[in-house]
């Protein structure tokens, strides 16, 4: 059986270590398709790095039985990027 609330502190922070490494997913994505000419591949590779990180880290979640959230960055703050401003 699989839950959506973490059970103890671990799994509360593994999901927010999910959510950061899911809002530098997004964000990497996001530089990716507006800067594709000028940078080439360079961030696509940077994008699926981060994200076999992010499978790791959903792979412990969903051996505890436990939902990855998945919960989408909100908006960066001015001057910064989504990454930085996830919250968890």
């Known amino acids: 059986m699989t ?3 973490p059970a103890d502190d671990l799994e509360r922070r593994l999901l927010v270590l999910s959510d950061r490494w ?10 990716w398709c507006a800067f594709e000419q000028e940078l080439g591949g360079i ?11 992010l499978n790791e880290i959903n ?3 969903v051996a505890r039985g ?3 959230a998945f919960t989408r960055p909100g908006p960066a703050p ?3 990027s989504a ?6």
Do not use: F, K, N
């Not at 961030?43 to 076999?52: C, E, I, N, Q, V």
């Not at 990454?83 to 968890?88: F, H, I, L, V």
């Open 3 to 5: 839950r959506h609330d």
């Open 22 to 31: 899911y809002a530098l997913i997004v964000a990497t994505v996001e530089a």
């Open 43 to 53: 961030l696509r590779g940077r994008a699926m790095s981060a994200m076999d990180g």
């Open 59 to 61: 792979g412990l979640l």
């Open 66 to 68: 436990l939902l990855p």
């Open 78 to 80: 001015s001057g910064g």
């Open 83 to 88: 990454a930085a401003g996830a919250t968890g």
